[in-house]
Structure formats: C-alpha cells, structure tokens
T-cell receptor
Framework: DAGVIQSPRHEVTEMGQEVTLRCKPI?????LFWYRQTMMRGLELLIYFNNNVPIDDSGMPEDRFSAKMPNASFSTLKIQPSEPRDSAVYFC????????????FGPGTRLTVL | QQQVKQSPQSLIVQKGGISIINCAYE??????FPWYQQFPGKGPALLIAIRPDVSEKKEGRFTISFNKSAKQFSLHIMDSQPGDSATYFC???????????FGKGTKLSVKP
C-alpha cells in the first residue's frame, strides 16, 4: 500500500494567493483528518471527515479555510486568501473506520506564505 | 479538560540510557492513549498505544506506563539508540467521534 499521499510536498506562495492542498487517503479507509503543525501550537486538528462527510470542523481557524472530500479517495484543504501566519506543515491522516484506533499520517505539505 | 500536557519539551540522552517522556490529562473519558514518533520531514507514525484498563504495555525497547488515578502516562525507551532521535507525541482519544488530542511533543536526541 502506498500510504497516505499528499501533494504538493512544498508550497511557497505570496500573501493573498489561494492555496490548495491535496490528500489521497489509504484505500478502504473511511475517516480522514487534516492537521496543522507549528512550533508554537504543535499538532492541531483542523477538520475530520467520516464517509466523506465533515464531522467536526471546530478546529478550522477561520472562514479563509475550507475543506472538501468529494469522494472516498480524495480531499482538499483550501486557504483563500493566504496569510503569512498560515505558514505551517499540513498533514492529512486516514483511519480504517470509526472506532478503529490508528491514524496513518501522510508526509505533510510544508506551506510558506510570504 | 481536553488538553494533554507533555514534558519535557526536549531531552538529551546518552546511547544506552533510558529516555522518559511524561504526559498528563484531565478528561477521565479518554479511552485510548497512543504515542507517535516523528522523524524530520516525515509524518507522525504510531509507535505504541495503551488503554486505561492496563497499567503497562511493552513492545521491544518501548514501554508505556499508565497511572489511571493520577491521570498520567509515560513512555520509556530502554537502551536508547541514536536512531531513536525524533520527536515524540503523546495523545489521547476524546469525544464520541474518537479524535486524537496531541501533546506538544518532545524532541529526543540520543548522543552516541
């Protein structure tokens, strides 16, 4: 299995631009999580999907952030407009099913907003 | 109540020594306590996990000790090796949806 796939691995953009991060979960997994990691705040859960439906988006920082999961094999996290304080590593993770324990993380996308 | 407090923030251990990382929680409804290991440039990966009905779990050189009454759990790495140098995160599963709440992480450096 290829594991959780994220793209791009690195993104550098200018303030005000739209940024789209992509995630392909492990095949057969039906829970998907988006996290943000910074030195100051550690690993924060942004949003969580189960069976393609957003379950908990209380971690999404503000309306500039949005996430979609149009099907079981693809999810996007969009930031529009981006700001320098959005600079972080964004991880996607998937889990086999509700109630299962292990979350499998992707390699992350390092976002730099200038 | 949803926080998981982790210490120390960083740790330096000599090769062959014991590394100990501690975590504390408040929410007694937490039912699953994993430790994740993260190498630079990689995503976190599950290392070992425990449920509150046992006080200790060992897998190779890695042991979780769990104290339910004190609401604390710790990771012990025996015979620490330079290859163990990484950032370690404790976590707890909280809420009906089973989301993980992570500690802030401990950067471990094992010196040869």
């Amino acid at each position: 299995d290829a594991g959780v796939i994220q793209s791009p691995r690195h993104e550098v953009t200018e303030m005000g631009q739209e940024v789209t991060l992509r995630c392909k979960p492990i095949s057969g997994h039906n829970s998907l999580f988006w996290y943000r990691q910074t030195m100051m705040r550690g690993l924060e859960l942004l949003i969580y999907f189960n069976n393609n439906v957003p379950i908990d988006d209380s971690g999404m920082p503000e309306d500039r952030f949005s996430a979609k999961m149009p099907n079981a094999s693809f999810s996007t996290l969009k930031i529009q407009p981006s700001e320098p304080r959005d600079s972080a590593v964004y991880f996607c993770a998937s889990r086999a099913q509700l109630g299962k324990d292990t979350q499998y993380f992707g390699p992350g996308t390092r976002l730099t907003v200038l | 109540q949803q926080q998981v407090k982790q210490s120390p923030q960083s740790l330096i251990v000599q090769k062959g020594g014991i590394s100990i990382i501690n975590c504390a929680y408040e929410n007694t409804a937490f039912d699953y306590f994993p430790w994740y290991q993260q190498f630079p440039g990689k995503g976190p990966a599950l290392l070992i996990a425990i449920r509150p009905d046992v006080s200790e779990k060992k897998e190779g050189r890695f042991t979780i000790s769990f104290n339910k009454s004190a609401k604390q759990f710790s990771l012990h790495i025996m015979d620490s090796q330079p290859g163990d140098s990484a950032t370690y995160f404790c976590a707890a599963r909280g809420g009906s949806q089973g989301n993980l709440i992570f500690g802030k992480g401990t950067k471990l450096s094992v010196k040869p």
